[in-house]
């Protein structure tokens, strides 16, 4: 009798829900199929898009394939009549940086790795001092000098600055791991992070980080006598270097994309829409392509197909109330540069963005879900910071038309993976505006070459999506906006 009672209980509810269905909303998301999702991330992830580096070909062409695709689906172009929200990034290039010793000059990025920061007007011949170990430095004259120690901690490098070395250099503690681990290091410190500002304002010192046999050069003597003398350094004699260390700055033109749907009675208002349509690009000689085909290929679909199902619905006659932004931002993988530039520059007012719903990851099924087999999930990030009411609507959009497993794991402020400070609606949060972040979780081929459209779960990333353009459904529709009567227990002091 029980389980009678329960079986009916179920089919109530069922039922409930059926009748609560908003059966024009179903329709149109019922558009955003596997099959639709495929067609475009296999073009999105191909070769052909390069990995879509900000500022690269690849990533050109991607912005050239989601203009064409706003264009033919017939939503306006909100940036001065375009879908390209362009800006200037800057970068400091350090090829022209070396140093000599007297087997020769030594290279940035094939001999030396240059770590920090300066301008040089010219070549200067500096003295040489070996410190090896040592992190008391009280007594010692090291001001205006190079200053070769082994490889520590971070705090040793502020140390000698503080104690007026003119360049230090941070020599390895294994010259065959250096040799190895070179290109890679070669392609993170040759070129500086993007940045809006064209003058860098950072800490001008001049730091090195070079092999045991290039030290040992300096000083006549051998790497065997530095190593053996590491906590004695004052038996090895001075000895000269000569560096050179030149900034040319490069400029980095690229664009955010930006599809607009205006809406009916309430279009003053507007809802956004987001992904990064950006990734991490290749290695140096282009033979290693990173498709980025989950991260960010599915939530790039994700938005394009939302946007297609709006579309449809408004040619159709069933425009929403509030205006929707569908916006694909670059840069993301360089700090989160893209969705700050439209925050800090936005094509609507902030105060009238009611929300943003931010996909970044929808394809895969991550490791912790694969054992379980329950492939029907999706991380649920920052939906109950700002508003009360921004959960209760997700919520009540799953519960009555997608069902999944909401996870809301990573909404704990003690999470050590800090996703909530990751992706792009952190930058929207911290205007106070209310958010969410979808996300399927991290995986063995994230940020790997192996980030592939073979490896992309469609029946699954449909039905994320599906949730999205139910809950944006909702948002777009209701008669209010969801009010901001929460406070953000975040810590925004950073992101790393």
């Given at each position: 009798?029980?389980?009678?009672?329960?079986?009916?209980?179920?089919?109530?509810?069922?039922?409930?829900?059926?009748?609560?269905?908003?059966?024009?909303?179903?329709?149109?998301?019922?558009?955003?199929?596997?099959?639709?999702?495929?067609?475009?991330?296999?073009?999105?992830?191909?070769?052909?898009?390069?990995g879509r580096e900000t500022g690269t070909?690849?990533?050109?062409?991607?912005?050239?394939?989601?203009e064409e695709f706003y264009q033919r689906i017939g939503l306006e172009g909100p940036a001065n009549g375009t879908y390209r929200q362009k800006f200037d990034m800057y970068q400091s290039d350090w090829s022209d940086v070396y140093i000599k010793t007297r087997s020769g000059k030594k290279a940035n990025g094939k001999d030396i790795i240059f770590l920090g920061y300066a301008n040089m007007a010219k070549e200067e011949k500096l003295d040489a001092v070996y410190v090896g170990k040592k992190t008391d430095f009280a007594g010692m004259d090291l001001n205006g000098k190079a200053v070769v120690a082994m490889a520590g901690d971070r705090a040793t490098v502020g140390k000698l600055i503080e104690a007026g070395a003119k360049a230090v250099m941070m020599m390895a503690n294994d010259d065959d791991q250096f040799t190895q681990t070179l290109p890679r290091q070669a392609r993170a410190f040759m070129m500086g992070r993007l940045r809006f500002d064209k003058e860098y304002k950072g800490d001008p010192s001049m730091t090195f980080y070079l092999t045991q046999a290039?030290?040992?050069?300096?000083?006549?003597?051998?790497?065997?006598?530095?190593?053996?003398?590491?906590?004695?350094?004052?038996?090895?004699?001075?000895?000269?270097v000569r560096v050179f260390a030149k900034e040319k700055i490069n400029t980095i033109?690229?664009?955010?994309?930006?599809?607009?749907?205006?809406?009916?009675?309430?279009?003053?208002?507007?809802?956004?829409?987001?992904?990064?349509?950006?990734?991490?690009?290749?290695?140096?000689?282009?033979?290693?392509?990173?498709?980025?085909a989950d991260d960010d290929g599915s939530g790039t679909t994700g938005v394009m197909e939302i946007a297609e199902a709006f579309a449809q619905a408004a040619k159709e006659g069933h425009r929403p109330r509030r205006s929707i932004l569908f916006l694909n931002v670059t840069g993301e993988e360089k700090g989160l540069l893209g969705s700050a530039y439209y925050a800090d520059n936005p094509l609507f007012p902030l105060e009238n963005t009611v929300n943003n719903l931010n996909i970044d990851m929808i394809g895969r099924i991550d490791p912790e879900h694969e054992k379980s087999g329950n492939r029907d999930y999706v991380y649920v990030i920052g939906s109950e910071k700002l508003s009360?009411?921004?959960?209760?609507?997700?919520?009540?959009?799953?519960?009555?038309?997608?069902?999944?497993?909401?996870?809301?794991?990573?909404?704990?402020?003690?999470?050590?993976?800090?996703?909530y400070y990751r992706s792009d609606h952190y930058n929207f949060a911290k205007k106070g505006i209310p958010i969410i972040f979808y996300f399927n979780g991290t995986h063995a081929d994230y940020h790997r070459p192996t980030d592939t459209v073979d490896?992309?779960?469609?029946?699954?990333?449909?039905?994320?999506?599906?949730?999205?353009?139910?809950?944006?459904?909702?948002?777009?529709?209701?008669?209010?906006?969801?009010?901001?009567?929460?406070?953000?227990?975040?810590?925004?002091?950073?992101?790393?």
């Amino acid at each position: 009798m029980r389980k009678l009672k329960l079986s009916l209980f179920g089919l109530l509810v069922l039922g409930l829900i059926a009748n609560a269905q908003d059966k024009t909303a179903v329709k149109y998301a019922n558009t955003i199929t596997p099959e639709d999702m495929r067609s475009k991330l296999s073009i999105l992830a191909s070769d052909e898009f390069g990995g879509r580096e900000t500022g690269t070909e690849g990533q050109k062409k991607a912005s050239r394939f989601l203009e064409e695709f706003y264009q033919r689906i017939g939503l306006e172009g909100p940036a001065n009549g375009t879908y390209r929200q362009k800006f200037d990034m800057y970068q400091s290039d350090w090829s022209d940086v070396y140093i000599k010793t007297r087997s020769g000059k030594k290279a940035n990025g094939k001999d030396i790795i240059f770590l920090g920061y300066a301008n040089m007007a010219k070549e200067e011949k500096l003295d040489a001092v070996y410190v090896g170990k040592k992190t008391d430095f009280a007594g010692m004259d090291l001001n205006g000098k190079a200053v070769v120690a082994m490889a520590g901690d971070r705090a040793t490098v502020g140390k000698l600055i503080e104690a007026g070395a003119k360049a230090v250099m941070m020599m390895a503690n294994d010259d065959d791991q250096f040799t190895q681990t070179l290109p890679r290091q070669a392609r993170a410190f040759m070129m500086g992070r993007l940045r809006f500002d064209k003058e860098y304002k950072g800490d001008p010192s001049m730091t090195f980080y070079l092999t045991q046999a290039i030290a040992a050069d300096m000083f006549k003597a051998s790497v065997e006598d530095l190593n053996a003398n590491a906590e004695t350094p004052e038996k090895i004699k001075t000895g000269t270097v000569r560096v050179f260390a030149k900034e040319k700055i490069n400029t980095i033109n690229t664009e955010n994309m930006v599809a607009f749907l205006e809406g009916t009675d309430l279009k003053d208002e507007v809802l956004v829409i987001s992904s990064h349509y950006d990734h991490i690009g290749q290695n140096e000689d282009g033979t290693v392509i990173n498709n980025g085909a989950d991260d960010d290929g599915s939530g790039t679909t994700g938005v394009m197909e939302i946007a297609e199902a709006f579309a449809q619905a408004a040619k159709e006659g069933h425009r929403p109330r509030r205006s929707i932004l569908f916006l694909n931002v670059t840069g993301e993988e360089k700090g989160l540069l893209g969705s700050a530039y439209y925050a800090d520059n936005p094509l609507f007012p902030l105060e009238n963005t009611v929300n943003n719903l931010n996909i970044d990851m929808i394809g895969r099924i991550d490791p912790e879900h694969e054992k379980s087999g329950n492939r029907d999930y999706v991380y649920v990030i920052g939906s109950e910071k700002l508003s009360s009411h921004l959960k209760v609507i997700s919520e009540f959009a799953n519960i009555t038309y997608t069902n999944l497993d909401l996870d809301y794991r990573y909404d704990d402020p003690n999470d050590r993976n800090r996703f909530y400070y990751r992706s792009d609606h952190y930058n929207f949060a911290k205007k106070g505006i209310p958010i969410i972040f979808y996300f399927n979780g991290t995986h063995a081929d994230y940020h790997r070459p192996t980030d592939t459209v073979d490896k992309i779960a469609f029946d699954v990333m449909a039905k994320r999506a599906q949730l999205v353009f139910h809950t944006a459904w909702i948002l777009a529709n209701r008669d209010q906006r969801t009010p901001v009567d929460r406070e953000d227990d975040m810590d925004y002091g950073s992101r790393d």
